[in-house]
């Protein structure tokens, strides 16, 4: 079965890397210990920029470099632009801090009770268990503190953690995200689910993770056991490009929700990566066929460094505008801005409500025509019923 495009193919294998054992290569140990780390190793892959060079220069400083073998047989290394080149290997627009950027962009410091639980929301906390991941995105919201590099020293307290949500009562929902928590093995994640599992107000646990996409082979049976023992596990899983939709990861998906998971997706907008409607219709797709739910797309953050992957809010706008009525429902994700300083995410929308009049509505719909939709304020009394 094909895509509709077919400009992306579905199937990668090994690539570079086909006389590895099959084996190794599907074991997610074997990913991890094979990552490229160094601008010398991906120089003895492929031919850098010198742009790319630059930027790889000043990554030990600012947020490491590390591909998955897998994630980088996705690259065409004979194309510059190539939108999966641009997520993971820097380059030297990296260095320039724009005036607008923050190190900690979304104020998540100024509302973490415990180091590592940001509790931002009435109900709902996030629960940043690890720094580390299995490749590291150029446009990282939190690059204070993923990979080390900044040297923030991040030491979660899951005991302090946990005992906070255990007294906060209005805690109802705890997203578990890092940094990526399926790098940690998986004792841990059982330990941490098992525990959040027995706290009875918490009544919605999920995870944030694009393990999917970067080291597909980490979606093991033994893991898998454990998201089913624990279920219903909610978990965002982070694509940003149709090119990331390959047969493997459709298969870890497929695996994910046969163990109760259920799927959903964040993009976020990236300039030069996916900031086009045809790219994200198809994205939207691909996830649809692969049994994953478009959720959010975001508004690149406001992070020092990334000021060349940013794009006008608008085009985010003019995506869902090309999404909402010209395709399947399920697959039109919420635009977001997450508020700079600390307000959360509020959803930017095109507007279909043109104005609201004392006893009508006038709305227009995905083809700009208008409609009006009359209503009564009185209550409603239906003769006959009245006691
Ligand atoms: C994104 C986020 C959540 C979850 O938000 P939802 O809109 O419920 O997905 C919770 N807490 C924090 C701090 C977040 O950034």
């Not at 895509?3 to 294998?13: L, N, V």
Request: proline fraction near 6%; hydrophobic fraction near 35%; glycine fraction near 6%.
């Amino acid at each position: 079965m094909y895509p509709r495009d077919h400009t992306t193919k579905w199937f990668t294998g090994q690539g570079l890397w086909s006389d590895v054992n099959k084996l190794e290569w599907d074991d997610w140990h074997w990913q991890l210990r094979n990552r490229l780390l160094t601008v010398d190793h991906l120089k003895q892959e492929m031919q850098l920029t010198q742009e790319e060079e630059a930027g790889c220069s000043s990554a030990k400083q600012k947020l490491l470099i590390a591909i998955t073998p897998y994630y980088f047989n996705l690259i065409d290394k004979q194309d510059p632009d190539c939108p999966i080149r641009k997520q993971v290997i820097p380059r030297q627009q990296e260095q320039y801090i724009a005036p607008e950027e923050r190190l900690d962009p979304v104020g998540e410091e100024n509302t973490m009770p415990v180091e590592g639980l940001v509790h931002r929301y009435p109900d709902r906390v996030l629960f940043l268990v690890t720094s580390y991941c299995a490749s590291y995105c150029r446009y990282c919201t939190r690059s204070r503190l993923v990979s080390n590099a900044q040297e923030y020293d991040f030491h979660p307290d899951y005991e302090r953690a946990i005992k906070y949500i255990e007294h906060h009562t209005e805690i109802r929902d705890v997203l578990i995200s890092g940094g990526d928590p399926l790098m940690l093995p998986d004792r841990k994640i059982e330990m941490l689910l098992k525990r959040l599992r027995s706290i009875p107000h918490v009544e919605f646990v999920r995870i944030g993770s694009r393990i999917p996409v970067f080291m597909p082979q980490r979606i093991t049976p033994e893991l898998c056991r454990i998201l089913k023992e624990n279920g219903p596990i909610w978990m965002s899983i982070h694509v940003n490009h149709p090119k990331e939709c390959t047969i493997e990861l459709k298969d870890a998906c497929e695996r994910l929700a046969c163990s109760r998971v259920v799927l959903g997706n964040q993009s976020v907008l990236l300039k030069g990566v996916n900031d086009d409607v045809e790219t994200m219709k198809s994205l939207s797709h691909r996830l649809l066929q692969m049994g994953v739910r478009p959720y959010y797309i975001y508004q690149c953050d406001l992070i020092t460094g990334s000021s060349h992957f940013r794009t006008d809010p608008r085009k985010g706008i003019e995506i869902i505008e090309h999404l909402r009525g010209h395709t399947t429902g399920y697959g039109v994700p919420q635009f977001v801005i997450d508020a700079p300083g600390g307000g959360g995410k509020i959803p930017v929308n095109p507007t279909y409500v043109k104005e609201i009049r004392e006893n009508e509505f006038v709305v227009r719909n995905f083809r700009h025509n208008e409609y009006i939709y009359p209503f009564s304020t009185e209550a409603l009394v239906v003769e006959g019923c009245s006691s």
